[in-house]
């Protein structure tokens, strides 16, 4: 993978994770038009699909 692929990657990782970070309460907000659990569960696998593809070339930590 080349050095600007694994930045772009690293990038909407880092995107992903900020929205996945600003979600409220997810499991109990039943006044969303979509469910907050549904949008989280989504954004969780994106984020694990997109680790999983950078594994080996990055260290992420839990640091904010």
Sequence with gaps: MKKEEVEI????????LEKF?????????KNAIMKEVDHAKSLHEVIVEIDKALKGHVTFSDKK
């Design 9 to 16: 990657l690293v990038n909407l990782r880092q995107k992903i």
């Design 21 to 29: 970070n600003r979600l409220r309460d997810y499991k109990n907000n």
